[in-house]
């Protein structure tokens, strides 16, 4: 992690390092939101702040900065497991009419 993102990290509210706590421990931005009592939009709001604050481009980038990891050029990371089958989709819900 450069310097420019560690001194990143440190300016973050503490609801976005919450956010990223909570991002690093696989929680999607359904479950996200719901342990932190607002919505999924209210997520992703924070997770656009971060980013702008850390220079992060994507999500994965967002989670090795949250893991405090540099990943060398070309390293592949591996999967991610599937949540359990009871916890909240990624996304929002849309409903048929």
């Known amino acids: 992690m450069d310097h ?3 001194g990143a990290l440190q300016r973050l509210s503490a609801r976005e390092r919450e956010v990223l706590v909570y991002l690093a421990a696989g929680h ?3 479950a996200i939101a719901h342990c932190m009592e607002v919505s999924p939009h209210t997520v992703d709001t924070y997770l656009r702040r971060i980013r702008g604050k850390t220079g992060a481009r994507h999500r994965m980038h967002l989670l090795l900065l949250a ?3 540099t990943a060398p050029k070309g390293t592949r990371l591996p999967p991610v497991p599937a949540p359990p089958a009871s916890a909240p ?9």
Do not use: D
Request: proline residues 0%; aromatic residues 12%; glycine residues 12%.
């Open 89 to 97: 989709r990624t996304g929002l819900a849309v409903e048929a009419s």
């Open 28 to 30: 999607t931005y359904a």
């Open 67 to 69: 893991m405090g990891v």
């Open 4 to 6: 420019f993102q560690q």
